[in-house]
């Protein structure tokens, strides 16, 4: 994805923000316990499945940081964005 079409379509996805190198992009979500974030965790899981497009996800506590890229392409690609409108839309990411 060029630069220019990254800049558009983070623009269109609240709160994803992109690597240094522009390979990724990533956002924070935050939940009120460990349970909201495990339902999240599982919620973000069958978008992934149905995409087949699985993200890198970091979990804590209270957390999960969610990450697409597509390595195959060396970088981002539409299906990440469709990905993480997918995962910013889910009821579950408004956290607690």
Known sequence: MDADTRKRVLAALPG???????KLIGR???FANFYQTMAFVDAVAEIAHAQ???P???VGFDACTV???THSRGGL?????????QVGALPEASGG
């Open 16 to 22: 994803w923000l992109p690597d240094a190198e522009g």
């Open 52 to 54: 087949d497009h699985h």
């Open 77 to 85: 690609t539409l299906n990440d964005a469709i990905c993480a409108a």
């Open 56 to 58: 890198e996800m970091l």
């Open 67 to 69: 990450s697409f890229t």
């Open 28 to 30: 924070r979500f935050g």
